[in-house]
């Protein structure tokens, strides 16, 4: 069965930093592309960013590119956001998600349960 | 104007069908793109429901019963979701999604309520 536990989110000052986790198990973690999605609450879904298997292709949306960055590591079978420069339009829930395949366009299947980070002085 | 855009809501009878449309923006042709549909209820995760591009380009999420379904309707330039037998739990927010320009976009939603 495919988990993907979130973890990391909090209360954190307009401007901080903040890094995000997401422990997997279950797939093979390695053989897939991972996404990050967040939703504010009580509002839509937005793509953050995606990362391919083997970290050589990565894809961030406008809103977060610059000061957002993901990263992995298949021998923790671990997903990471680190997030800078931090807005209070960042307040959201934010979802680990697993792939279709090793690239990252070919879609989302699996998601994680979600950690909320709020942006707020 | 939005890549993907829903209506907000749909209300719907216990046993009725009820389609969701997710339109393309003018410009974007539905038929070079794989539609992906999600469920989302409150308190929960988006669950994956299925994706569509064609008859021969299409997946069922694991578990997901057959009374949901995919299709596109080209004239309308948009990705359908069928949900037949319409059932109560399946009242809940559906979201499309689909990767547009180097980006995963997805729609704004569809309130679905089972009267």
Redesign the interface.
């Given at each position: 069965e495919v988990q993907l536990v979130e973890s990391g989110g909090g209360l954190v000052q307009p401007g901080r930093s903040l890094r995000l986790s997401c422990a997997a198990s279950g797939f093979t973690f390695d053989g897939y592309a991972m996404?990050w999605?967040r939703q504010p609450p009580g509002k839509?879904?937005?793509?953050v960013s995606?990362i391919n298997w083997k970290s050589d292709s990565v894809?961030y949306?406008?809103s977060v590119k610059g000061r957002f960055t993901i990263s992995r590591d298949n021998a923790k079978n671990s997903l990471y956001l680190q997030m800078s420069s931090l807005r209070t339009e960042d307040t959201a829930f934010y979802?680990c998600a697993k792939a279709f395949s090793y690239d990252f366009?070919s879609?989302?299947?699996?998601?994680?349960?979600?950690t909320l980070v709020t942006v707020s002085s | 104007q939005a890549v993907l855009t829903q209506p907000a809501s749909l209300s719907a009878s216990p046993g009725a069908s009820a389609s969701l449309t997710c339109t393309l923006r003018s410009g974007i042709n539905v038929g070079t793109y794989?539609i992906?549909w999600?469920q989302q209820k409150p308190g929960?995760?988006?669950?994956?429901l299925l994706?569509y591009k064609s008859d021969s380009d299409k997946q069922q999420?694991s578990g997901v019963p057959s009374r949901f379904s995919g299709s596109k309707d080209a004239s309308a330039n948009a990705g359908i979701l069928l949900i037949s037998g319409l059932q109560s739990e399946d009242e809940a927010d559906y979201?499309c999604?689909t990767?547009h320009s180097?980006?995963?976009?997805?729609?704004?939603?569809t309130k679905v309520t089972v009267l």
């Open positions: 996404h999605v839509g879904l937005e793509w995606s894809g949306a406008d979802y366009w879609g989302l299947n699996y998601w994680g349960q979600g | 794989r992906y999600y929960s995760p988006p669950q994956f994706r999420g979201y999604m990767w180097n980006a995963y976009v997805f729609g704004t939603g």
